[in-house]
């Protein structure tokens, strides 16, 4: 007799092996370029981020400062400042409006009634002392100001000196124009008057003070140490004074910096053509996932043109790059400095205007980089191809799921009718002698 479903089985599986073998390197091929679409995507997509970088053109224009002497100001340009020379000669210091009230203990009770009224450049705030806790200390006092809902922009503190307390009230904001007046009204008593003797013979520890400075032998006032609108795209931060010993402040062209944003170029481009190549050429005949697919050349080549159309009169060594004899593209920063040497304004000409490079990559990669777009596409297809062969998988699995169902059925009755024909032929051969 037969193993009726191991034999049924065996036939099955005989059966569906081609179509089994057609699905499986169908849906393969499928994948495989569904990953190398993904690869190629996520290569386009940083280009793309690196070419709108580049769109702004403060990263082509980057500076750094340098200072004869340090210590009396530090100074910092964004992208975009104007290299130059400048002299900076700091008389004044810009400071914030401080004044102590002298008290014998920080346990000094407030008193219960009357308004504290606090004055800084005009804007006021009122305490209404009543809405103090009861037995309210220095303490409190200081932190009631701290939090008050209309508090201009002042500072309160304890300071203990050794011998009394002072309350010191400050300006957060330095500046002549920001100056604290104290005031109290509205109320009695012992509390009160201490208060008020200490308000009306409180000591200006800190004078509230503009910041004065020579630039370039040009006199500048600033309410604040940092002064961020005398040039474009430099600020300079004032620490120290040096009158009558200027500084020289020089701004220069970051030649490292304009060459690392070249070279994200470089190297962004050349990922995308070695993807590209990965998945289109083989060197030894084997498989490739997008070998022969025009979607990969066409990217190939636009990308590679754009490089020489370029504006009329420039040329691509200008930029200090150049293609080897297998389409590699380099960067000599060398002879990039020496352009810019030669013209500050080549790379705003040569790659973000409407004919730039960087303007025509743009273009170029936009419909496979933006979303929906035809990488995008090309992956949703492919999905739909795979959809489909797990259909006819599933269609074949029914379909071979009944075969097996009717080979089953088949022996099964083979060996029924076997075992029928072994009891026919025992009872012919019962009692036969020798």
Known sequence: ????????????????????????????????????????????????????????????????TSLSQEGYFTASTSDGATAASYTVEVSKLAQAHRVGLD????????????????????????????TLPAGATLVELRDAI??????????????????????VVNSEETGAANTISMTLSGGSGTEYTELQTAISTSTELTAAQDAEFKFSGIDIVSSTNKVTDVVDNLTLELTQTNAGNPVTLTVNRDDDSISSNMQSLVDAYNDIMDEIKGNTL?????????????TARTLSSQLRNAFFDLPSGTYLSDLGLEFDRYGKL????????????????????????????????????????????????????????????????????LRMENTYQRY???????????????????????????
């Open 103 to 130: 008290f014998a203990s920080e346990t000094w009770v407030a008193p219960t009634a009357g308004n504290l009224n606090i004055d800084l450049a005009g804007t006021s705030m009122n305490l209404d002392l009543s």
């Open 146 to 167: 701290n939090s008050a809902a209309d508090n201009p922009g002042v500072q309160a503190s304890i300071i203990r000196t050794g011998t009394n307390v002072k309350l």
């Open 1 to 64: 007799m037969i193993d009726a479903a191991s034999f049924a089985s065996q036939l099955v599986s005989a059966e569906r092996a081609g179509l089994d073998n057609q699905y499986q390197y169908q849906q393969a091929l499928a994948q495989n370029k569904i990953t190398a679409y993904q690869a190629l995507d996520t290569k386009v997509s940083a280009f793309d981020s690196v070419l709108t970088a580049l769109a702004d053109s403060d990263n082509l224009n980057a500076t750094t």
């Open 408 to 434: 089953l059925m088949q022996f099964t009755q083979m060996n029924q009718l076997e075992s029928q024909m072994q009891a026919t032929t025992s009872l012919f051969s019962f009692g036969t002698t020798s």
């Open 330 to 397: 380099s960067l000599n920063t060398s002879d990039l400095s020496d352009a810019l040497d030669a013209d500050p304004t080549l790379l705003d000409t040569m790659l973000l205007a409407s004919d730039g490079l960087v303007t025509q990559l743009a273009a170029k990669v936009e419909p496979y980089s933006k979303s929906s777009g035809i990488f995008d596409d090309k992956v949703s297809t492919l999905n739909g191809e795979i959809d489909r062969i797990n259909d006819k998988t599933e269609q074949l699995n």
């Open 282 to 294: 083989s060197e030894d005949d084997s498989y490739v996932a997008l070998a022969g697919d025009a």
